[in-house]
């Protein structure tokens, strides 16, 4: 389709600047002002919070205050325990198989019944990468992405590997994720 001549732009290409704007005086100006503005509408807000309100800067005090985190967040991968304690996982091995970071270890027994737990459940947290495959592969929700951010980081790479017994939840605390993760992947059509 042609283009109304009209609606057609010249650049102007080797522009020259003049001397002002070679200063940049005026966008440093515009600049200091603008950080100024900032500067004393938190300052303000900090000192006279409005009615009801603790105050109005949006800042969190973190380590105090803690974000809470949003539906979609994904967090450190945790196991999901039942009201027993004990692990949901039935150590199928599909997380271990699609976690594009070979990330998970599974060790896998039977129980007297026939029922399959996992013995030794291994996330290394300096291969995982958040992508949250392991909870949309695993048949028993047994696996999610939590709201967890912190402790993410180590001074030595053994402190970042974490045990089944260090990953277990209870359900309970990840209802909402779980929710989210119902939602979300019963609208894919696999
Ligand atoms: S979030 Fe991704 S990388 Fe991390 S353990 Fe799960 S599948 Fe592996
Ligand atoms: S996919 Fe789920 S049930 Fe299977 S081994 Fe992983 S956590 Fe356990």
Redesign the pocket.
Known sequence: MPIEPQKIKKVRRNLELTLWEKLYIFEVIRGLFITTRHLVVNLIGFVVPPAGKKRSIPTIYYPEEKRVMFDAYRGRPV?VAQENGS??????????KICPGRA?T?VAREKENGDRF?LQ?TLDMTRCVYCGY?EE????E??VMSREYENLAAYNRAEMIFSKESLLRPEKDLRERLEYVRRIYSKCNY
């Open positions: 196991l692990e949901k996982c039935v150590a199928c091995g599909l997380c271990e998970i599974i996992p459940f392991c592969v695993c048949p028993k047994a696996i």
